[in-house]
């Protein structure tokens, strides 16, 4: 929402600045997005008077000017432009100016062997225009010497705000100003316009079909108008707003909405029939529409149409046929209220965004339908002259009055804001509110404004915004035993965690779409119809994500087209195998592509870098799952990856019957489905199924046991089948003597000739640590052979001979 400081005075009157104006609207909810301050920008320029413009000595395109300031003595500019001359008048730079248009501060300069000291400006170099072919020639009986924009009126700051959804009424400059005067910045002074008497009774009339979504429908004819340009005033309100003027008629809409957000139409008169209907559309029918292009119609649509067919798209887009232009000299006028829900679907199905639908899909003031026809009407007739007919209305505006019962006391209970119940009422007053009643509970009408007023709560957080937030006061958290307890649940703090491990492992965060094309997630084990999407916002995002891998393997893929190869990037968030809410999980998933190591990516001249592989991935899941809190040292890893790894390089995470994640490298027909390029591994690890930490034991262990006894490192040799894998030898080895054994690693695997085919060779590495004395020789030959006993025991496996 834009609108100018001068604009916002004609609402708000008194002696305030641009600053306090910016604070308080920020202060009050209304975020300020921008300040456009031409004034502060082009403060240094001043109109000056060319004394004489001579032929440069050494330029054939240069003349030497002496301007005349306003300041005393002439100034010598050397000057490029082709209708710089005697007697003109234009704007001047000073030295030390800093020149918008140039990006930058002007200095005392020689050009050609001749000092200037200034310049006289263009357009473009004030970014006024794009117009750099010469000065800004000014007229005759500018004043030499006054500030250029205090002359030429562009001391006017334009302000841009967010509005929240919820806030229609400050889609208008009326609204803000409201709200600014319940803030204590000046007082509300939004002119008032008297109604216009009707001089002849409308002879086009209007009907609301059944099941129409319009309320009320209200129309005035306006004859013998003389339809043309604006006034430059109102062509300077539009264009500080960023709108083009078109002519007299449809600018006082345009002004209509940024003022009072308050829509409205015209039509040519005698371009429509003689009886207008609001009605749904018929299948099939069309509209070409002011913005030029031509929308094809449903049955859930709105329009007003004539005998000949459809006249407008209501409360979003007028159509060209009926559309005022010069030539016309009968106006109809036209006030409407219309469902929000039904403008939205509309514009939202044809891919229609106005200023009318802005305001009409969240709400405007119903009991301004009939002032904002008079305040329109009574304008139309000051610009383009012409006698107004009777008003007719069909339908009703609804009834928006509605009671709340509002205790002054919830606003300390709910914020801790201390307000006396006279300083609340008086807010609320001043919000347009009405209220009744004395004592601890008082009843509170909101204005028909306020739509989303709808409790106590509510009222609340009227009264904070506006008395303001600095006025509740710092409590800190009690710090003794009864302190807060943890408001994150443990999925949540999972989540987190999740982020800063794979973040620390120097993966980058990726965020996809929740949708995928059926294609994919029936080959990520998705596709079930109760996932398929009634209304896409794609017709290659129908279903709901089964995995998070397939928006990663295109985003990864995405930017492996455009040069970044070797990147590694990670998601959290729900993927979807039902319909039910225990069919949403939230997991962790991780992608690797080319040469993203965890080490390491890229090529480097100490040696070629190795491609990815599953054992990266396995080390990246291992890390977010140690993050997590999970049992990382029980963990079993088997090799019933699903179906979209490659068999023999993935394997799962499973607590016993539990499978908590997958990691391997991507099946290659999956790559060549996504028509995506490897090497490719990637995990996915369900942060749901991570067991519960159990509770802390009384008694703390140290986070760092140091011993003072040296460790004892001893190797084995194994020869085990080759179905067996070597993570159950390192779970048995361990599981001897979990006090004294704190490390085992394999470091060596073999296959090949002295081995039977079907078996291979694991040596293990296994670390001995006493903590209470130095192990003799036979106590650490009575571990090794409990190592090897237990190894053999479930694994089968022989000591290597």
Request: net charge negative; glycine share 10%.
């Amino acid at each position: 929402m834009k609108f100018t400081l001068s604009w916002l005075r004609e609402h708000l009157a008194g002696d305030y600045t641009l600053n306090d104006v910016t604070d308080a609207l920020n202060r009050i909810g209304l975020e300020v997005e921008g300040v456009e301050d031409k004034a502060a920008k082009l403060k240094g320029f001043s109109i000056a008077y060319v004394i004489s413009a001579e032929q440069h000595p050494n330029a054939d395109k240069l003349r030497v000017c002496m301007v005349d300031t306003g300041s005393g003595e002439p100034v010598q500019v050397v000057c490029g432009a082709p209708n710089a001359r005697t007697g003109m008048k234009s704007v001047f730079s000073p030295p030390g100016t800093y020149i918008p248009g140039k990006d930058m501060t002007l200095g005392i300069g020689t050009i050609r062997g001749v000092e200037s000291r200034g310049m006289l400006c263009s357009a473009a170099e004030l970014q006024l225009s794009e117009d750099h072919d010469g000065i800004i020639d000014l007229p005759e009986d500018a004043p030499v010497g006054v500030s250029y924009v205090d002359w030429a009126g562009l001391n006017d700051p334009v302000i841009e705000i967010a509005v929240t959804p919820n806030r229609a009424d400050c889609l208008g400059v009326a609204g803000i100003a409201r709200d600014l005067a319940a803030a204590g910045i000046g007082t509300l002074a939004s002119p008032r316009f008297l109604p216009v008497a009707g001089r002849f009774e409308c002879p086009v009339s209007i009907a609301i079909a059944e099941g129409a979504p319009c309320p009320a429908f209200a129309l005035r004819l306006i004859r013998d108008v003389r339809n043309g340009p604006s006034p430059d005033w109102l062509h300077a309100k539009l264009r500080a707003v960023g709108l083009r003027p078109i002519n007299a008629l449809v600018d006082v809409t345009n002004l209509m909405t940024i003022d009072r957000s308050r829509p409205l139409h015209v039509f040519d008169a005698a371009k429509v029939t003689s009886h207008l209907v609001v009605r749904r559309a018929h299948a099939g029918e069309s509209l070409l529409a002011l913005d030029g292009k031509t929308y094809t119609l449903d049955e859930t649509m709105c329009v007003i149409a004539d005998a000949r067919g459809v006249d407008s798209l209501a409360g979003i887009m007028g159509g060209e046929e009926t559309g005022c232009d010069e030539t016309t000299t009968d106006v109809l006028v036209e006030s409407a209220l219309w469902e929000p829900i039904n403008i939205a679907q509309t514009g939202r199905k044809l891919g229609i965004n106005s200023d009318a639908r802005f305001r009409f899909e969240r709400g405007v003031d119903p009991a301004m339908m009939l002032p904002g026809l008079e305040i329109a009407t009574r304008l139309i007739l000051e610009l383009c002259g012409g006698e107004a007919s009777e008003v007719v209305v069909a339908g009703t505006v609804p009834e928006t009055a509605r009671t709340i019962d509002f205790p002054l006391a919830l606003t300390a209970k709910l914020t801790g804001l201390e307000a006396s119940d006279a300083e609340q009422v008086e807010t609320l007053e001043k919000l347009g509110f009405g209220v009744a009643g004395i004592g601890g509970t008082i009843e509170v009408t909101p204005p028909s404004w306020r739509a989303d007023i709808e409790g106590k709560a509510d009222l609340v957080e009227e009264v904070v915004r506006i008395i303001g937030l600095d006025r509740v006061p710092s409590t800190p958290f009690p710090r003794d035993e009864t302190a807060r307890k943890p408001v994150l649940t443990t999925l949540q703090l999972r989540t987190r965690k999740a982020k800063r491990a794979l973040a620390a492992r120097g993966m980058v965060e990726a965020v996809t779409w929740s949708f995928v094309p059926k294609a994919e997630a029936e080959l990520f084990g998705g596709g079930a119809p109760e996932l398929a999407l009634a209304n896409p916002i794609a017709a290659d995002l129908s279903d709901m994500r089964p995995s998070l891998l397939p928006g990663l393997v295109r985003a990864a893929q995405a930017n492996a087209d455009r040069g970044y190869d070797d990147t590694a990037l990670f998601e959290v968030g729900q993927v979807f195998r039902g319909d039910r809410p225990q069919d949403q999980s939230m997991v962790a998933t991780g992608l690797r592509r080319a040469t993203a190591r965890p080490a390491g990516a890229g090529r480097h001249w100490s040696g070629k870098a190795g491609p990815v592989d599953a054992f990266d991935a396995k080390a990246d899941a291992t890390a977010l799952l140690a993050a997590c809190g999970a049992p990382v040292a029980n963990l079993q890893i088997s090799t019933d990856a699903p179906g979209w790894y490659h068999p023999g390089r993935s394997g799962s995470f499973r607590l016993g019957p539990n499978v908590i994640g997958h990691f391997g490298e991507l099946h290659p027909a999956v790559l060549e489905a996504l028509d995506a390029e490897g090497p490719l591994v990637g995990f996915e690890i369900v942060l749901d199924r991570i067991p519960e930490p159990k509770a802390r034991a009384t008694r703390v262990k140290p986070l760092l046991e140091l011993s003072a006894f040296q460790p004892v490192e001893r190797d084995f040799a194994f020869i085990v089948p080759r179905t067996v894998a070597a993570g159950d030898m390192v779970k048995a080895a361990a599981g001897v003597d979990r006090k004294l054994i704190t490390a085992v690693n394999v470091f060596d695997v073999y296959e090949g000739p002295g081995i039977d085919a079907d078996k291979k060779s694991v040596a293990l590495s296994v670390t001995l640590q006493p903590r209470e004395k130095t192990l003799t020789d036979a106590e650490i030959e009575a571990v090794a052979g409990k190592i090897v006993a237990e190894v053999a025991r479930k694994t089968g496996a022989t000591l290597r001979g």
